[in-house]
């Protein structure tokens, strides 16, 4: 996975996150019922905002750091 | 009225004012009278209690040490493993597992310490909400206004301590799990730092972000039972850490010179009246000046995320195998996280030392920072929305807006309740930096003590 996956799923409109969901769920194995489309692409339209503001932030981090390795663990 | 706290009943046992049995009868009585209209409890466990009160009495009447807490009741949020029983973390799907082998290592140290477990808890499926509005178990009532959530996800955790059913409940934070029903039900909520105490036998959700804490009404009991907690694990890598027993040195904390910030900017913004108000009135008693945390918003967004993408990895056979078996509104969430690349997760994990370095950078000039716990008051049960700044919001997915930021870099936090009897609670976070729970705690103490904050007693309870 790359940082082009992020910037595909980050460019991806409202009107098609639909269809890159359908995508995704076909490229990971994942049969979604009909009845729970709706508000499973609701939440992933919302998911694809917050990632946004995240990106945003990281911007020269992520050009360089995405395929760079696994993150050290966390320490508070 | 108010309730017996831990420290008084374990007191009255250890003088033999009171036997641990008859300690246990009532509230296993308790539970009984007020559970079917709080629905806090999801088990209870009538013979374990009564036959682990005996031993505390046995060990009185040979005159062999009892422990700290000898005799106090407390019960856990259902995904904490209790030898011999299911652990169900809230969810239809595990009701088939096998039933878990040992306590986890914090129930194992309170049993230790000679409290009594009692049962466990309700709440938001496998964590994932701040409502406890459990499409399996049922809501679970705000014991100051049946109609209310109690928040969540510990919210029987919460309920149970508020109603005076236990003086003590251990819960989880991942977003906001412990603060966020603290905040709502009126009682003190501690999420230590991250790795503080040990997380193993509890039902992960966020490997990243989980924390284990608790609840109870007064600071001293919150501190208490922390110390008797406290200590590495073998069993949860992350909490590798000694001991460092606060209770004994809190009331020089509370006494000593503290300095205090008050969030502004991401933890105000769009908060009710009544958050702002609690908020400025805990602020105005430690003398805190207002201060900025830079790109908090960036943190809950990433706290977002990462929850959505790890929840699901977590849960990816069971919503490729029986997704309809999951909470409607858990499952749509977790399915979404399927759905992310795995650089969403490698981005959330980037910015987390970027926002841990900018708080500690608040840090070299204040001890404390505030913040609301939650934006409001306990929303309606069944209430889907609320409107923050303007704007409609999903109650579930928003109650947590001001604890992800802190949760998300693992501080420790405790969640006080403003003291306005008669009025629906609302809490404040004491934020402290990693590792300093006891100027978190010493906070608090003070102002438990100025009469700033208190855990009240609901009506009919």
Redesign the interface.
């Known amino acids: ?3 082009r ?2 910037e ?2 980050l460019a991806t409109p409202d009107a098609a996150i639909a269809a890159y ?1 359908q995508a ?2 076909e490229a ?6 009909a ?2 489309q709706a ?6 339209a ?2 694809r ?3 946004a ?6 911007a020269a ?2 050009a360089t ?2 395929d760079g390795g696994p ?1 050290p663990p ?3 | 009225m108010s309730f017996p706290t831990a420290l008084r009943i374990a007191a009255q046992v250890r003088d033999g004012d009171v036997s641990a049995r008859a300690v246990a009868e009532q509230t296993l009585a308790r539970i009984t009278a007020a559970n079917p209209a709080l629905n806090a409890f999801t088990a209870v466990f009538d013979a374990g209690a009564l036959a682990a009160a005996d031993r505390v009495d046995a060990d009185r009447a040979a005159g062999r040490p009892l422990g700290p807490l000898a005799g106090v009741p407390f019960a856990v949020k259902n995904l904490f493993d209790v030898e011999g029983l299911t652990t169900l973390a809230g969810s239809k799907i595990r009701r088939g597992a096998a039933p878990a082998t040992a306590d986890a290592t914090l129930i194992a140290r309170l049993k230790a310490a000679g409290a009594v477990l009692v049962g466990a808890l309700n709440m938001d499926e496998f964590a994932y909400g701040f409502s406890t509005e459990n499409a399996h178990d049922g809501p679970t009532h705000n014991p100051h206004d049946l109609s209310r959530i109690a928040g969540g996800s510990s919210g029987g955790s919460a309920a149970a301590v508020a109603a005076g059913l236990v003086p003590l409940t251990l819960g989880s934070d991942t977003n906001g799990s412990i603060r966020v029903p603290a905040s709502l039900c009126g009682v003190y909520g501690l999420k230590p730092t991250l790795g503080r105490l040990s997380r193993q036998g509890v039902y992960p959700f966020v490997h990243s972000l989980d924390h284990a804490g608790l609840f109870a009404r007064t600071v001293d009991d919150l501190a208490a039972a922390y110390d008797a907690m406290q200590g590495s694990d073998a069993a949860d890598a992350l909490c590798d850490r000694a001991a460092e027993p606060v209770a004994a040195r809190l009331r020089a904390v509370a006494d000593g010179p503290l300095r205090v910030g008050v969030l502004g900017g991401w933890f105000t913004q769009g908060a009710f009246p009544e958050a702002l108000a609690a908020l400025a009135e805990v602020a105005g008693a430690l003398d805190a000046c207002p201060v900025d945390l830079p790109g908090a918003a960036t943190a809950r967004a990433a706290a977002f995320a990462l929850t959505a993408y790890e929840g699901a990895r977590l849960h990816a056979a069971d919503l490729r195998a029986r997704p309809l078996d999951f909470d409607p509104a858990v499952r749509d969430r977790l399915l979404a996280g399927a759905l992310l690349p795995d650089a969403v997760a490698e981005a959330a994990h980037r910015y987390r030392p970027l926002f841990r370095d900018a708080v500690a950078a608040l840090f070299r000039d204040v001890d404390i920072l505030l913040a609301p716990a939650t934006p409001c008051p306990a929303p309606g049960i069944g209430q889907a929305t609320m409107t923050m700044g303007g704007e409609e919001v999903s109650v579930r997915k928003t109650l947590g807006a001001y604890t992800q930021p802190i949760s998300y870099v693992g501080l420790p936090v405790v969640a006080a309740p403003l003291n306005r009897p008669g009025q629906l609670p609302i809490g404040v976070q004491i934020i402290a930096p990693a590792w300093r729970e006891d100027l978190a705690l010493g906070a608090a103490l003070r102002l438990e003590r100025a009469g700033v904050v208190a855990a009240h007693p609901p009506g009919g309870f």
């Open positions: 996975m790359s940082s996956d992020l595909t799923f969901g995704r769920a990971v194995g994942l049969a979604l019922p009845t729970v508000g499973v692409f609701d939440n992933l919302l998911l905002t917050q990632t503001l995240v990106a945003a932030a990281l981090p992520l750091g995405a993150t966390f320490r508070p």
